[in-house]
């Protein structure tokens, strides 16, 4: 019998596996007949999404996701493969669609993360509270630098990142989300993502530089898929009691406010531009990447849509360790974080 090469690791704090064929049938038949309609039903269930992923997927995959988010080592985690709802019907452009219209692909996201251990959440006023942000090359945002637009590099960027990092204290607002993931429902192969490891930029700045990023000295301003004018003063960098080193840059909403701050920004974006550090990704259907949000700077080239029904099409979802980390908003949906 041929031994099944289940994984390929090119850089240990890159997991990357491959659903085998049988478990993918497995996790298609355990989901097809899901009749749930919304979000809160969806997460009312993630038990039981848990429990059949876990049951089956092959042991050494399961321990790899259970391993993720404790593992100081891993970054960013790639399972490909993952079965997908045969009967899509057209890229929702508008960004919006019922999670019930691909029960599938949501029950095997939302398994993913009960068995790696991670709470889906969503903000108040980002993506309209929903769980699952649809990114798509939405027509009216064709020139904005978010996940709905298309034309222009979407920068390198933590998601929501004026919110508090994991080592930084909550105050009257949710947590920036720890974990964020992407899985793709239809592809593009022109299109190209990347990403970069937080750890391998600082590798190559000096402590001066290091020490500006550490200080209070940049404005950040709330991204366009909140829809709301706010900046905030803080910190691109945050290191906790260990050591370890989280980030909040964003390319598109990052402004020095000293001179010292815009020089150490300029040496810290350059060394973003050093195509040896970036990790890039095609995705395919049934491609999920989950990183650590705050460990990493994530990006998206332009492209230019077809506006045929079947351009790219992904779905996003943010995740926490715990839900502490979530200022609650609705007592019936305490995953729904104030932001
Ligand atoms: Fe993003």
Same mark, same amino acid.
């Given at each position: 019998?041929?031994?099944?090469?289940?994984?390929?690791?090119?850089?240990?704090?890159?997991?990357?596996?491959?659903?085998?064929?049988?478990?993918?049938?497995?996790?298609?038949?355990?989901?097809? %007949?899901?009749?749930?309609?919304?979000?809160?039903?969806?997460?009312?269930?993630?038990?039981?999404?848990?429990?059949?992923?876990?049951? *089956?997927?092959?042991?050494?995959?399961?321990?790899?996701?259970?391993?993720?988010?404790?593992?100081?080592?891993? *970054?960013?985690?790639?399972?490909?493969?993952?079965?997908?709802?045969?009967?899509?019907?057209?890229?929702?452009?508008?960004?919006?669609?019922?999670?019930?219209?691909?029960?599938? $692909?949501?029950?095997?996201?939302?398994?993913?993360?009960?068995?790696?251990?991670?709470?889906?959440?969503?903000?108040?006023?980002?993506?309209?509270?929903?769980?699952?942000? #649809?990114?798509?090359?939405?027509?009216?945002?064709?020139?904005?630098?978010?996940?709905?637009? %298309?034309?222009?590099?979407?920068? #390198? #960027?933590?998601?929501?990142?004026?919110?508090?990092?994991? *080592?930084?204290?909550?105050?009257?607002?949710?947590? *920036?989300?720890?974990?964020?993931?992407?899985?793709?429902?239809?592809?593009?192969?022109?299109?190209?993502?990347?990403?970069?490891?937080?750890?391998?930029?600082?590798?190559?700045?000096?402590?001066?530089?290091?020490?500006?990023?550490?200080?209070?000295?940049?404005?950040?301003?709330?991204?366009?898929?909140?829809?709301?004018?706010?900046?905030?003063? +803080?910190?691109? +960098?945050?290191?906790?009691?260990?050591?370890?080193?989280?980030?909040?840059?964003?390319?598109?909403?990052?402004?020095?406010?000293?001179?010292? $701050?815009?020089?150490? +920004?300029?040496?810290?974006? $350059?060394?973003?531009?050093?195509?040896?550090?970036? #990790?890039?990704?095609?995705?395919?259907?049934?491609?999920?990447?989950?990183?650590?949000?705050?460990?990493?700077?994530?990006?998206?080239?332009?492209?230019?849509?077809?506006?045929?029904? $079947?351009?790219?099409?992904?779905?996003?979802?943010?995740?926490?360790?715990?839900?502490?980390?979530?200022?609650?908003?609705?007592?019936?949906?305490?995953?729904?974080?104030?932001?």
């Amino acid at each position: 019998m041929l031994q099944q090469k289940m994984e390929i690791v090119k850089d240990p704090r890159i997991r990357e596996i491959h659903i085998p064929y049988e478990a993918a049938t497995k996790l298609r038949n355990a989901f097809a %007949s899901l009749r749930l309609d919304d979000d809160k039903s969806f997460i009312k269930t993630k038990t039981w999404f848990g429990s059949t992923v876990r049951y *089956c997927l092959p042991e050494h995959q399961i321990n790899i996701i259970q391993d993720f988010k404790e593992s100081d080592e891993s *970054c960013a985690l790639i399972i490909r493969g993952l079965p997908i709802d045969s009967d899509l019907g057209a890229t929702p452009y508008n960004g919006y669609i019922a999670p019930s219209k691909t029960p599938l $692909a949501s029950g095997c996201h939302i398994g993913i993360y009960q068995l790696a251990g991670i709470e889906p959440i969503s903000f108040q006023t980002e993506n309209q509270g929903l769980l699952f942000r #649809h990114v798509v090359p939405n027509p009216k945002a064709r020139t904005e630098k978010s996940s709905h637009g %298309s034309t222009h590099t979407f920068g #390198h #960027h933590v998601d929501n990142p004026d919110l508090p990092l994991a *080592c930084e204290r909550l105050t009257d607002k949710s947590g *920036c989300p720890e974990f964020l993931s992407l899985m793709a429902m239809r592809s593009d192969l022109s299109v190209r993502s990347n990403f970069v490891l937080v750890d391998d930029l600082l590798t190559g700045l000096s402590a001066g530089v290091i020490d500006e990023l550490l200080k209070p000295n940049f404005k950040i301003s709330r991204p366009d898929s909140f829809g709301q004018a706010i900046s905030t003063v +803080l910190p691109i +960098l945050v290191m906790d009691d260990y050591g370890t080193a989280y980030c909040r840059f964003d390319k598109e909403n990052v402004t020095p406010l000293t001179e010292s $701050a815009a020089a150490a +920004l300029l040496m810290f974006e $350059a060394r973003l531009n050093d195509e040896s550090l970036k #990790h890039y990704l095609v995705y395919q259907p049934g491609d999920l990447l989950l990183i650590k949000n705050q460990r990493i700077l994530h990006s998206r080239e332009g492209f230019q849509p077809r506006d045929d029904g $079947a351009d790219r099409w992904l779905i996003r979802l943010f995740g926490m360790s715990s839900l502490d980390r979530i200022v609650t908003v609705y007592d019936d949906r305490k995953y729904i974080g104030k932001d």
